[in-house]
């Protein structure tokens, strides 16, 4: 079993920042890709960013220049930087990863949600 922890969620006024963190532990032989995923009231779950085994990275169009992920593969860690926030990034942000386990067991995994309220 994986288990992926976020952190860093919370309240902030509109054009502030945010930095959200997630820690991967448990039989992981190797994360494939890794990243955020955000759902507000009311709405569907959408993709934020996404980093890609291999390096790259894919970013949702409404956070494009805003946003940034990084990721640690040694530490099986992901990192979202979010700045100009607007009252529309409020969601719950969750983790993501595609994991693959010392089993060799291929299974997608999600974090318990992190709250960002984004005040006007």
């Known amino acids: 079993q994986v288990q992926l922890v976020e952190s860093g969620g919370g309240l902030v006024q509109a054009g502030g920042s945010l930095r959200l963190s997630c820690a991967a532990s448990?039989?992981?032989?190797?994360?494939?890709?890794m990243g955020w995923y955000r759902q507000a009231p009311g709405k569907q779950r959408e993709l934020v960013a996404m980093?890609?085994?291999?390096?790259?990275?894919n970013y949702a169009d409404f956070v494009k220049g805003r946003f940034a992920i990084s990721r640690d593969n040694a530490r099986n860690t992901v990192s979202l930087q979010m700045l100009s926030l607007k009252p529309e990034d409020t969601a719950v942000y969750y983790c993501?990863?595609?994991?693959?386990?010392?089993?060799?067991?291929?299974?997608?995994?999600w974090g318990q949600g992190t709250q960002v309220t984004v005040s006007s």
């Open positions: 980093s890609i085994s291999g390096g790259s990275t």
């Open positions: 993501y990863a595609d994991v693959r386990g010392r089993d060799l067991r291929r299974n997608d995994y």
């Open positions: 448990g039989s992981i032989l190797r994360i494939n890709t």
